[in-house]
């Protein structure tokens, strides 16, 4: 693995008796569907490194069922103390800060400052972009897709000398389709150059991400190439089911897909994840990494309800997703 800072971060150990290769928080869920007193639901949220501790962004729907994003900070990643109010936007590199929601979103360091991406709502679901330096002060830069466009994940570095982000193209209501594209950014205004990472698999290779998949947390760059963990979706006589897998792509041409978990790392299988406002339910959107312990901390919204977290050991998933690739 390639070498990073070293950060405390939750964990727990793989209980006894146990085969797989992540596991659950024993403690779940982390976060409660009404942690603030306005919020019906609290899930499919980001968490980043943070002075002395964490930072996040949580996605907060309130009693209306409004879908906004609202700061958090935690010592220990576990135990989140989130605003009731949710984030204002200043104008970043645009006066165009217009939005009628935002939801799902991604965080990640780059360089100077903490880019978060998001759902964002104009004429449709596209892709908003901010950035903070002190998760207090916010600032919207331009969409970076037209509509209709859900889960876009940055790269935590340029590459090639460019910002780089995945994202999936989709449609203006529940998608009942999705790939994985990658497109790329000078400036973090201006994007192009999109390409086709991943699409979903035949229904008898796979069927557990037949029907859409999607980026999830912010990619690692490991030995072999870029983890990437993804949601998959299958649409069954009881609706959508989200499970998670991970793929690793190219270090330099993160287009080309090496290795794609057939079977996934966790699917619903716990009440939590099963029951709530969308039933079965496993959607991550952070992880936590500490290469020199070969950690892995997930954070995943439940039912479209609550915040869980699950562990993994890097290294086994990187040999799981070789060894059992499509």
């Keep these: 693995m390639i070498d990073s800072k070293i ?17 659950r928080y024993s403690e779940n869920p982390i976060i409660r569907r009404d942690q603030i007193p306005t919020s019906n639901s609290i899930f499919n949220s980001a968490v980043v490194p ?26 220990n990643g576990i ?14 590199n645009t006066q165009m800060i217009q939005s009628d929601y935002k939801y799902d979103p991604r965080v990640v360091f780059i360089e100077d400052r903490y880019w978060i991406t998001w759902c964002n709502g104009y004429h449709g679901p596209t892709i908003g972009i901010g950035y903070t330096f002190d998760f207090k002060t916010f600032y919207q830069c331009e969409n970076a897709f037209l509509p209709f466009n859900r889960n876009g ?53 796979s069927a557990w991400q037949s029907t859409k998949i999607g ?24 609706g959508f089911r989200y499970a998670m897998g991970a793929a690793i792509l190219d270090k330099d041409q993160p287009e080309k897909v090496k290795y794609r978990t057939q079977p996934y790392l966790l699917a619903p299988q716990v009440a939590y994840e099963q029951v709530g406002d969308v039933p079965n339910v496993v959607f991550p959107c952070a992880a936590l990494h500490d290469i020199n312990q070969n950690r892995l901390c997930v ?6 309800t609550v915040v869980a977290m699950a562990f993994g050991y890097l290294d086994e ?6 060894e059992n690739s499509l």
């Design 7 to 23: 950060i405390t971060m939750p964990w727990q150990e793989r209980p006894a008796g146990s085969t797989d290769i992540m596991w």
């Design 50 to 75: 943070f002075e002395d501790g964490y930072a996040g962004v949580f996605r907060c729907d309130n009693k209306a069922v409004q879908m906004n994003i609202f700061a958090g900070f935690s010592k």
């Design 79 to 92: 135990d989140w103390e989130i605003d009731h109010e949710p984030i204002v936007m200043q104008p970043g």
């Design 153 to 205: 994940v940055l790269f935590p570095q340029k590459i090639n000398g460019r910002y780089a982000m995945l994202s999936r193209p989709s449609d203006n209501g529940h998608t009942p389709f999705g790939d994985i594209y990658i497109s790329y950014s000078p400036d973090m205004k201006y994007w192009g150059e999109h390409r086709c990472v991943m699409k979903v698999t035949p229904f008898e290779d």
């Design 215 to 238: 980026a999830g947390p912010i990619p690692i760059l490991t030995d072999e190439g870029w983890l990437m963990l993804y949601h998959g979706v299958i649409n069954t006589c009881n």
């Design 299 to 304: 954070y995943y919204g439940a039912a479209d």
């Design 317 to 322: 998933i990187v040999v799981f997703t070789k």
